[in-house]
């Protein structure tokens, strides 16, 4: 198992704000909003600075793409650090197509677990790789825009890019 010193990360700036991206030669393990107060939200931190990891690299390239409206889906080996059902709904969550939403009720079915809609919103709550494994995709099932790291502003922000909205 990789531990919290085997991660490396970077900042770059985004249109949705400073983005960290954290990863370990096994993949990318993290990006969050830098300026965050949630911190915590993701366990692999990365305690040294590398931008030219070619994890980091490769993740900046194609977020770069994505925002530039020149790609759909992202092509990254991803080290997920989580509880089986968290990397289930994460896994997931990779399966929704670009332009798309889902519910967290139709999450927890596609997980196994129908009746866990509350479970799969925590989990989603706790991803670890914000826009590559796209938790804002996942609406409430009334079509209200629901909680996201980034905010509900950015949420709809991507939503928009995506033209799902």
């Known amino acids: 198992m990789t531990t919290t010193s085997d991660y ?11 983005l960290r991206l954290v990863a370990s030669d ?3 393990a993290g990006v969050w909003w830098a300026d965050s107060n949630r911190p ?7 305690d040294s600075e590398s931008p030219r990891h070619p994890v980091l690299v490769e993740t900046e390239r194609q977020l770069r ?15 997920f650090v989580g509880t ?4 289930s ?23 196994g677990r129908p009746s866990a809609s509350r479970a799969v919103g925590a ?13 804002h995709r996942v609406i ?10 980034g905010g509900l502003d950015v949420k709809e922000q991507l939503l928009r890019l995506e033209g799902s909205l």
Do not use: H, M
């Not at 793409?65 to 080290?79: I, M, S, V």
């Not at 990779?94 to 997980?111: H, N």
């Open 8 to 18: 490396v990360y970077k900042t770059i700036d985004s249109p949705v704000g400073r």
């Open 26 to 28: 096994k993949g990318l």
């Open 40 to 46: 915590t939200r993701i366990r692999a931190r990365g």
């Open 65 to 79: 793409e994505y925002f530039a409206g020149r790609r759909q889906t992202f092509d990254l080996k991803l080290d």
């Open 84 to 87: 089986p059902f968290q990397r």
């Open 89 to 111: 709904v994460w896994k997931a969550l990779l399966t929704i197509p670009f332009g798309q939403t889902r519910t967290y009720g139709e999450i927890a079915k596609q997980v």
């Open 123 to 135: 989990a989603n709550g706790q991803n670890p790789v914000a826009i590559v494994a796209p938790c």
């Open 140 to 149: 409430g099932s009334t079509g209200a825009l629901t909680g996201f790291g």
